[in-house]
């Protein structure tokens, strides 16, 4: 894990996909890209994703809702322009006063650089009611910018020809004050 600093998700004016998959990772079932403060909210199955922020979203329920016992039932939210921060944390505000989710697992949250996965697998929520998630990103670090931990080749060519650079202009300086300086240490 890297240990690069840690700052609030800027999301205002962002764009991201939120993909809705069941019964498995491997079906989308709907899909919606979402300019943050500038787009409006998303409708699917009476669940509103709404209210991007600074560092957090919402995830309205409408009505009373109960999500199937699939593999994977729930949402991808991600980076569809490569203009986000890795991401680096993402959790369920005040679990423990939200007794509506009482099924909810927080393991359900999981995310990489990339991808915030909600699987709400088997979660009841009563309408009316909203899960709000907080999300912290490595500060001013694109995930697609974050380096790679093995220098590529193209790296070491340069640093190579630098340091041949380097050792050609010291072989061929000149000592200050030329010959005079030479023969004075000899004497």
Not at 40 to 69: C, K, P, Q
Not at 159 to 184: N, Q
Request: with cysteine; net charge negative.
């Amino acid at each position: 894990m890297s240990c690069l600093p840690v700052q609030a998700a800027t999301l205002i004016g962002k764009t991201v996909k939120v993909e809705f998959y069941s019964p498995n990772l491997n079906w989308i079932d709907s899909s919606f890209v979402h300019t943050a403060g500038v787009s409006d909210d998303m409708l699917l199955f009476d669940i509103l994703v709404s209210r991007f922020t600074e560092g957090s979203f919402v995830l309205d329920a409408l009505s009373a809702i109960n999500f199937l016992s699939a593999e994977f039932n729930g949402f991808r939210i991600f980076d569809s322009n490569n203009e986000l921060n890795a991401f680096t944390s993402v959790t369920l505000s005040g679990l423990s006063t939200h007794p509506y989710i009482a099924t909810f697992d927080p393991e359900r949250i999981t995310f990489d650089a990339d991808n915030i996965y909600i699987n709400l697998q088997g979660t009841g929520i009563r309408g009316g009611r909203n899960l709000i998630f907080d999300i912290e990103t490595a500060a001013g670090v694109v995930a697609s910018e974050i380096p790679a931990a093995v220098p590529e080749p193209a790296t070491w060519a340069m640093m190579l020809a630098g340091f041949g650079l380097i050792g050609s202009a010291m072989r061929s300086r000149v000592p200050a004050g030329g010959c005079a300086a030479h023969s004075a240490t000899m004497a």
